[in-house]
């Protein structure tokens, strides 16, 4: 009798041993493509983050921070034969002809949007927004005078509008999105470590806890 039954004792333990090893294994085979993910995106997200961090800072102090407004003027005289091609767009509120373009930016150092123009009577005006600055160029169609101006904040100006996205172009947009996508990798990752030390770490959900009631308080109490 005794040599049957070890078998059927010894089955079931072998079986749940097998099963303990596979969940194991999957534990470490998770924690090591999440420790992967969470490094990656950390470093995809290191610079940017302190950036955001800082500027964050800056944006809630700004009426603090003194600056020092610089403005820059230049003028010009767009050449006659540019003029009246610049004349008949006016006559159909079009876009600034592309050699007129072309000459503001190589004899006036100012690059021009393709599109923007506004149009007044024997005037064309274009905005020229940049982070941290504000400006544009005027041309008279008849005279070709060319007036530029451009008024600049400062630098921490420049850093507070590239956390807003203000007047950044395209490309600073794309950025923003690609950054905030490792962000949320980062976040996400940094949720599974905490739920996989969490056992040994106690401390770990009421420090998370925290993190969400201090701001749901604030926001619900304190913000009006």
């Known amino acids: 009798m005794s040599s049957t039954a070890a078998p059927d004792v010894a089955a079931p333990a072998a079986a749940e041993r097998l099963r303990a090893k ?9 924690l090591r493509q999440t420790l992967r993910w969470h490094w990656i995106s950390a470093a995809i997200c290191l610079v940017g983050m302190f950036l955001f961090a800082v500027t964050g800072i800056t944006l809630n102090h700004a009426g603090q921070i003194p600056a020092t407004p610089k403005t820059i003027a230049r003028e010009g005289v767009l050449p006659e034969g540019l003029r009246a091609e610049l004349r008949r767009v006016e006559a159909r509120s079009g876009q600034l002809p592309p ?12 690059r021009v949007p393709d599109d923007g123009v506004e149009w007044a009577p024997g005037e064309a005006y274009v905005a020229l927004p940049g982070p941290g600055s504000d400006g544009g160029v ?9 007036a530029f101006e451009q008024t600049r ?5 420049y850093l507070n509008d590239l956390h807003k996205g203000r007047n950044t172009g395209p490309a600073w947009a794309w950025f923003i999105d690609i950054f905030a996508v490792a962000c949320v990798v980062f976040c996400l990752t940094g949720l599974v470590l905490l739920q996989l030390h969490s056992k040994a770490r106690p401390s770990t959900w009421p420090l998370v806890g925290a ?4 701001p749901l308080l604030l926001a619900i109490f304190l913000i009006h």
């Open 138 to 146: 005027t041309i008279d169609t008849a005279t070709g005078d060319v």
């Open 153 to 157: 904040r400062g630098a921490v100006a």
């Open 22 to 30: 596979k969940r194991a294994q999957a534990r470490a085979t998770l």
């Open 211 to 214: 993190g969400l009631l201090i």
């Open 99 to 110: 050699a007129t373009r072309d000459w503001l930016r190589k004899e006036m150092k100012i």
